[in-house]
Each structure stands twice: as structure tokens, then as C-alpha cells.
């Protein structure tokens, strides 16, 4: 991958003073691409010998629960349990052809644990560390494709960042993110894999009304 950034936009309705529920859009720009000597198989389809270019955009839709669970130890620990979605069709092109891999077909809303930890800093900054994760073994798709569709899906968020209060609704958050994204499908006609290893500097805006 030469391209790699993400936009992300989330909404959280709080419930009480302890409790939210957010919903959170993740889109993924992934473009790359390679030189071959001689004719790879993707999908079925041929491609090379030459350059070859990939696109493996993505987006991810997710709904979670928030919890404060303590407010002790100089610091606010937040627990969050929820589903998300990835909605994957990687495309190879050349010279005009493409063809995609309708990783889509397969894949399944996932349960999704994390925590946050929020420490203030002073009257305007505060530091953050968050952590999520969860996946599904390998289980039954529901879909037939060359026999049934087995899927196995794994999903890793890690974040540390500095959080800037502009004014009391305005939040400016600042710090390093990393991904990780890992899907399997078997039957017995395919064996596809698609792993993302991914980390940069993200910033971000909040709002709250």
C-alpha cells in the first residue's frame, strides 16, 4: 500500500451522566500497487506480466455502549461494548481491466470490547489512552460459494493522544493511532486473506451539545 489515510466521523447520544451510545462511520483510502515478471491470479482472472494497481478502500460502521466504570485514581476509565461492520471489495486493475473480491458477501457485524482512559492535565489539556479489540472465529458465513463459506475476522484499535479544549464544547484531540485488520475466507473453491497493519498521526474535532 503507497496510500493509506482514514476519515471518521462518530455521534453519541448520553444517556445519563454515566452512559452513551455511539454510532461511529470509519472510511479507509488504501492504494497501492506492484510490479509482476509474470501473470498472478486474483479472483479467478489473470494479471501481468507489468505494473498492477490495487485498491482496497473500506468502510466500517459501528454502534457501541459507553460506560464510565470509576473516576478514581486521578483519572476517568470508560468501558465500551458494541458490533461492527466492514464493508471490503478489494479491486485489481491494469491497463484498463479490473476485477474485485467480494470480501463483502461473506462478512458479519463482530463484537467489539475496549477501554479509554482519560488523565487531566491542567485547567484545558488531558491525556488519553484507548484500546479495542474483537473478532469472530472461524464460523459459517451462511453463504455457499464452492461449498460453504467459512469466515474468520480479527479487529485492533490502540490509541494514545493529548486532548486540547478550545472552549468547553470544542475539543481538539491530537496523538498516534494504530489498526490492525485481519479477515479469512475458505471454501472449498477459495482461500482468501486480507491483513492491514496501519498506525499514524490522527487528529481529530469534538464536539458537544
Known amino acids: 500500500m503507497d496510500v493509506s489515510e482514514a476519515v471518521e466521523a462518530s455521534l453519541a447520544f448520553r444517556l445519563t451522566p454515566r452512559d ?3 454510532a461511529t462511520y470509519l ?6 500497487g506492484a510490479r509482476f515478471d509474470q501473470t498472478i491470479s486474483y479472483n479467478g482472472d489473470g494479471f501481468g506480466p507489468g505494473h498492477v494497481h490495487t485498491n482496497a478502500d473500506f468502510y466500517r ?7 464510565l466504570l470509576t473516576s478514581e485514581y486521578g483519572g476517568f476509565l470508560t468501558g465500551t461494548v458494541g458490533l461492527t461492520y466492514v464493508y471490503f471489495d478489494p479491486k485489481l486493475s491494469q491497463r484498463g481491466r479490473s476485477n474485485d473480491e467480494d470480501f463483502y458477501r461473506q462478512e458479519l457485524p463482530v463484537p467489539i470490547v ?6 487531566p492535565m491542567g485547567p484545558r489539556f488531558t491525556a488519553r489512552a484507548s484500546l479495542s479489540g474483537g473478532g469472530l472465529p472461524r464460523v459459517d458465513s451462511g453463504r455457499k460459494e464452492g461449498g460453504t463459506v467459512f469466515l474468520e475476522q480479527i479487529h485492533a484499535d490502540a490509541g494514545l493522544s493529548v486532548v486540547y479544549a478550545i472552549t468547553r464544547a470544542l475539543h481538539l484531540d ?5 489498526t490492525y485488520f485481519f479477515q479469512h475466507e ?6 482468501n486473506v ?3 497493519n496501519d498506525s499514524g498521526l ?6 458537544r451539545f
Open 114 to 119: 475496549g477501554l479509554r482512559f482519560d488523565i
Open 27 to 32: 472510511y479507509y483510502f488504501l492504494e497501492g
Open 186 to 191: 475458505k471454501s472449498h473453491e477459495d482461500d
Open 20 to 22: 452513551a451510545v455511539r
Open 194 to 196: 486480507f491483513e492491514l
Open 174 to 178: 491530537v496523538g498516534y493511532h494504530f
Open 202 to 207: 490522527r487528529a481529530g474535532l469534538t464536539f
Open 61 to 67: 460502521v459501528s454502534l457501541d455502549y459507553e460506560r
